[in-house]
Nanobody, 127 residues
Framework: QVQLVESGGGLVQAGGSLRLSCAAS????????VGWFRQAPGKEREFVTA????????DYADSMKGRFTISRDNAKNTVYLQMNSLKPEDTAVYYC????????????????????WGQGTQVTVSS
């Protein structure tokens, strides 16, 4: 397992942008696939996006396609989530999660696939 710390959340107006960061401890972060999830008040946590250990494979929830971009810098042990054209319905606590992956292209969309989680960062989008 790795220790994960999210940052970059905050308050932004609709149509604005934020970039979240997920910093990981450990020297083997490049062996981990990473996902972002979010949980809005009164709702279940949902999948946002995921990236393979190599960074070469990504996937997004339909409502985030074209607005959100996930990327990673393994030299910095960090995964980023660039969020553009934010909407009030994007308001949520955003969590990053990681798991070791054998295959370079593997990524995971299910919460249960991950065994390391950050504490979350709040994103609030005002209308």
């Amino acid at each position: 397992q790795v220790q994960l710390v999210e940052s970059g959340g905050g308050l932004v107006q609709a149509g604005g942008s934020l970039r979240l960061s997920c910093a990981a401890s450990g020297r083997t972060f490049s062996s981990y696939a990473v996902g972002w999830f979010r949980q809005a008040p009164g709702k279940e946590r949902e999948f946002v996006t995921a990236i393979s250990r190599s960074g070469g494979n990504t996937d997004y929830a339909d409502s985030m396609k074209g607005r959100f971009t996930i990327s990673r810098d393994n030299a910095k042990n960090t995964v980023y989530l660039q969020m553009n054209s934010l909407k009030p319905e994007d308001t949520a606590v955003y969590y990053c999660a990681a798991r070791a992956a054998i295959f370079y292209s593997a990524l995971y969309k299910q919460e249960g696939a991950y065994d390391s989680w950050g504490q979350g960062t709040q994103v609030t989008v005002s209308s």
